[in-house]
């Protein structure tokens, strides 16, 4: 669980950065926002399953 939500902190800071509008290089971080987004959607879907989401076990 503590995985997932690092993930979703993660993606929520990724999601404030690209808004910004003093965003460098925006292209860049759409690509990043999509590769955050497919990784959301993986831990999300891990911790609904009920799999070990922690990295050390």
């Given amino acids: 669980m503590n ?3 690092l993930t979703i902190l993660m993606f ?3 999601l404030l950065f ?4 003093f965003a460098a290089l ?3 971080m759409l690509v990043l926002f999509v590769a955050a987004f ?3 959607v993986e831990n ?3 911790a609904i399953i ?3 989401t922690d ?3």
């Fill in 50 to 52: 009920g799999s070990n």
């Fill in 44 to 46: 999300l879907f891990q």
């Fill in 18 to 21: 690209i808004t910004s509008p």
């Fill in 38 to 40: 497919f990784f959301l």
């Fill in 3 to 5: 995985r997932t939500l």
């Fill in 12 to 14: 929520a800071f990724l």
């Fill in 55 to 57: 990295a050390n076990g």
């Fill in 26 to 28: 925006a292209s860049l």
